[in-house]
């Protein structure tokens, strides 16, 4: 069954915008995980974090993780056109070491 | 450096006929290895995994089979496909140093499986 839940479906924006895109998941988790997809193609790790960090960055990516909520972000700093792709998050269910995807975000970026 | 092939990169198959898709990995040792299926609009579903040569687990059963005859082999195979094998099939790996596995999942460009 999937894990994480990506939020929303659909992202549409113009190039230089940030895009935020959502994940929430159901059970703890060792670390969450988030992977790019462009059509057609294998996805690309992007970063992950663990589950006692907070916050992680990675040029224009920025990731928080809130375990409370059980919930993590995923932010795109002055988004370009190339960033268009599809966007998952993964996570392993506790106890488990292989992650789980949800049906990810479309983001689509407008020049 | 690390590098995943799969092949073929796009297939189609009547209904009944065999499937093997084929996966490698170069660079590494002991990989974990993984299958994975992505139908339209959706996101990926793990089929099989396997741990090491011979160690396969399923995650879903169905008329699909996987096997690792090398280490860093992995093959999908069918004796009959249906309409429903349809589908994106990626292949990854992830590293496991020393008993503890890092996190990430590296993956092929995929095969696009038409089944008419």
């Known amino acids: 069954s999937q894990q994480g839940e990506e939020d929303p479906q659909a992202l549409s924006i113009q190039e230089g915008e940030n895009a935020t895109m959502n994940c929430s998941y159901k059970?703890?988790?060792?670390?969450l995980q988030w992977y790019r997809q462009n059509s057609g193609r294998g996805l690309v790790h992007l970063i992950l974090?663990?589950?006692?960090?907070r916050e992680k960055h990675s040029g224009r990516l920025r990731v928080t993780l809130d375990t409370s909520k059980k919930s993590s972000s995923l932010l795109i700093t002055a988004s370009r056109a190339a960033d268009t792709a599809s966007y998952f998050c993964?996570?392993?269910?506790?106890?488990?070491?292989?992650?789980?995807f949800g049906r990810g975000t479309s983001l689509i970026v407008h020049p | 450096s690390q590098t995943i092939h799969q092949w073929p990169a796009t297939l189609v198959q009547p209904v009944g006929s065999p499937l093997s898709l084929e996966c490698t990995v170069e660079?590494?040792?002991?990989?974990?290895l993984y299958w994975y299926r992505q139908a339209a609009g959706r996101g990926l579903q793990l089929l099989f995994y396997?741990?090491?040569?011979?160690?396969i687990s399923s995650e879903v059963p169905q008329n699909l089979s996987a096997s690792r005859p090398q280490d860093r082999q992995f093959i999908l195979s069918s004796k009959k496909l249906l309409l429903s094998d349809s589908g994106f099939y990626l292949c990854?790996?992830?590293?496991?140093?020393?008993?503890?596995?890092?996190?990430?999942?590296?993956f092929g460009e995929g095969s696009r499986l038409t089944v008419l």
């Open positions: 990854a790996w992830s590293m496991d140093r020393a008993g503890v596995y890092t996190g990430e999942l590296f």
């Open positions: 059970t703890s988790i060792n670390n």
């Open positions: 974090i663990r589950s006692n960090e």
């Open positions: 993964a996570t392993p269910p506790g106890g488990s070491y292989i992650p789980t």
């Open positions: 660079g590494t040792s002991n990989p974990n």
């Open positions: 396997s741990v090491g040569i011979g160690q």
